[in-house]
């Protein structure tokens, strides 16, 4: 007998108490719609891979299948090629990190150093101090492997050093484990604020003080808009942090080529998990990079990036000061993808998606950044991949939205809300 | 003070449970050795990529870069590209397997499918049974989730059906929990043995009574000597079993790109654990297989590949037939990449290897493919990698050495023996 769309698992009771934590997204179907056409997404962080001139692939890729065909589609390290493990250093460079090539481990995207480090560090119930709110995808590991989440407070400044103090102090005395603070000072998703370099002391001297090792995650420090690209706290101390980096949106997330810079003993743990993971990451994608890194003008191709994403955020931020109702606030970001946007009190951000949907407009509701439920009157908006004009589009359909809700507020009390939505309520990356 | 060499990993107290199953190979340094040219190396299992004409990807690069650069370059979806699902249905095809491209999950590589389905099915104490011996990749798996391992004997049909069936008796009035049972059917690494029809019937048949899910893992289906291509186990049961396959031995191994097909609810907590571990596998490697499959004779290309391995499969058993002293007996693989090969009485692989590697040859010591200390009198033996004269070469080498051990015994009574090797005692596959 077919049971159609709700079909039996037989398997239901076989699953890992690890598994009981993946959860598909209740809202994940609204993000397919939108990413339909006439729908103009703020959701998805997709970065704008239509400024690589293909070009400066195609001779990439061509040479090197050419010249070093047979080791580009052989098995590689386990740790990555020594090669770009050396190149990856120049890029660090940029952001103060200095370290030996043996430090590196180059991973399926940096989601994938993220998945290892947790998988090195974490038994079910230990405890990871994140940021209120933070990367989605982030979460989504700590999840995966059981850890107890601990959101603390965020200001203009990213991470507040007090809050943090207190969440460590508190955990202390309920006797648990804290294992990472989990931190991205940098162009912050999704809360889009970065951390000033006295923050970036403080933050480090704190956990320095608590022996619990620092995860900063840094896919787009060379994504500012001005002056010098903010100095990672890695830069400060080489035994205390996990750095990860990412080509991502340097060059091209498809590649799916990150890494992880750690300690000694830490480093040689990622890469057993890695081979455990995967044998060994693309040593076709790597050696592109490789290529790319070596032959092309990687540096000025960032700073096209940036310039993209630089009139695309001016974009979004002329937009909501000018059409935005009362009561309405975001954050100003000095680089990276994403603004963080508060809404008038007693509006939800995740009621409200439908109706942004039907209104050609499309966010991630703020809840989804969070395990605790907070973030209600929250969203996020991503301006790295829709044109300016989109954008401004999609700020003036969004405010209308908003304008609507506010007026079921002022009438009958309270906005139309949807049941309550759980699990990861962001769209997958392709959904932009 | 740096403390040199030794260092001391202030994060030695930081780590999982898990991390303590993770252990570098002792012997891996030895590998490193027999990687140099000088060296024959029957140890790595790497394909023979120089048998694929580059011009097939250099073309298949380029267009795809040309015509859809801005999705290869893009994140997509967590399940993978659909066209190229689709196009695996073609490919499982050739051993019977039909199904629905929603059902397949594509993976960086199949190591990576083999973790997702642990992650997803394993809590630590959780059993998997496996053959006697087994894929190292997988057990290193096992052992990073803390599942028990438990081998099963293999006859020349590969796993033994009366003793699976004993295996689940005993953990059962054990009250232990079998999560999979794990089979490599066809061109068994490290066995080189292939399981006939009866026999997957047999065994499917006792996985379907004992409730358990069979995890069928099949990297060399294709890469038979004679005839057709084995019938898939999953060809015969699409609820109860999971099958892994990848392009690593058909097309390349450095595109990391494999698949799982997997009943409807364990491919969905299949996508979300794969969401988590990387957000996507890479596009670029994913279209590029797929324009590949698309534009080029793969099934020609998969010939070739055949008449590569069988004969250096040939040469090898010629050799070891004309050389090998009598009481060394080993498989005759009839696909895939190996031979597994027993000692005459007295002698141990993992302390013959050393002088062995002295006399510029290099093997797998039969203790890697156990959990349990199993395999001593055993070694594996790769023809997939050098010229079939270097082979030939190789096994002279290999000859003179078991030799030198044997005149050992006959004066001392033993061979000489290394301390006891623990860990996976197998090279990262690079180093062949």
Redo the contacts between chains.
């Keep these: 007998m077919t049971t159609g769309g709700s ?6 009771d ?6 009981n934590a ?3 997204s209740e809202i994940r179907a609204l993000f397919a719609v939108a990413s339909r056409p006439e729908v103009v997404s703020l959701a998805g962080g ?2 704008y ?2 400024a ?1 001139p ?1 070009e400066m ?2 001779a990439t ?2 040479r090197l ?2 010249e070093r ?10 740790q990555g090629d020594v090669t770009l493990r050396e190149q990856i250093l120049d890029v660090v460079g940029e952001v103060g990190v200095t370290a030996h090539p043996d430090d590196i481990v180059v991973t ?2 940096s ?2 150093a993220l ?1 290892l480090v947790t ?5 079910p119930g ?1 405890v990871v101090i994140v940021e209120a709110p933070s990367y989605v ?1 982030a979460l ?2 700590f ?3 059981e850890c107890e989440v601990i959101h603390v407070a965020m200001d203009d400044e990213g991470l507040v050093p007090q809050a943090l103090q207190e969440a460590l102090d508190q955990a202390a005395a309920a006797g648990k484990r804290v ?1 990472l603070i989990y931190t991205i000072p940098s162009f912050h998703n999704p809360a889009g604020v970065t951390q000033g370099p006295e923050r970036r002391a403080e933050i480090l001297s704190i956990a320095q003080s608590a022996g619990v ?1 620092l995860l900063e995650d840094d896919p787009y420090g060379l994504l500012g808009f001005e002056g010098e690209p903010p100095r990672a706290i890695r830069a400060d101390d080489a ?1 205390g942090v996990i750095y990860l980096g990412s080509f ?1 949106k340097t060059i ?5 080529v990150g890494w992880a810079i750690a ?4 480093r ?2 990622l890469v ?2 890695s ?11 790597q050696m ?1 990079v490789s290529e790319y890194l070596a032959t092309q003008p990687w540096r000025e191709q960032i700073k096209t990036f940036r310039e993209v994403y630089r009139e695309r955020r001016d974009a979004l931020l002329e937009s909501l000061q000018a059409l935005m109702p009362e009561g309405t606030t975001w954050t100003i970001p000095a680089g990276g993808f994403y603004s963080w946007l508060t809404l008038p009190e007693g509006l939800d951000a995740t009621a409200m998606l439908p109706r942004a949907v039907a209104n050609l407009v499309a966010y991630v509701p703020g809840t989804g950044f969070y395990v605790d439920g907070q973030g209600r009157q929250n969203l996020r908006l991503s301006y790295c991949y829709p044109e300016p004009d989109r954008i401004r589009e999609g700020v003036r359909r969004l405010a209308a939205v908003i304008e609507g809700e506010l007026e079921l507020v002022e009438t009958f009390g309270t906005s139309h809300v949807l049941n309550r939505v759980t699990g990861s309520s962001v769209p ?3 959904l932009a």
């Design positions: 079909r039996l698992d037989p398997w239901v076989s699953y890992a108490a690890r598994a993946m959860r598909a997709m970065p891979v239509q690589l293909v692939l195609t890729a061509q299948l050419v065909g047979p080791v580009a589609l052989q098995y590689g390290s386990g399926t995207g989601q994938m998945d998988r090195v560090f974490c038994d230990d995808g989504g590991v999840r995966a492997f294992k090792l035994e991502s091209a997330s498809g590649l799916r300690p000694h003993g830490v040689e743990k057993l998990a081979e455990a993971a995967v044998l060994c990451p693309s040593n076709y994608a592109t997958a990356p392709d």
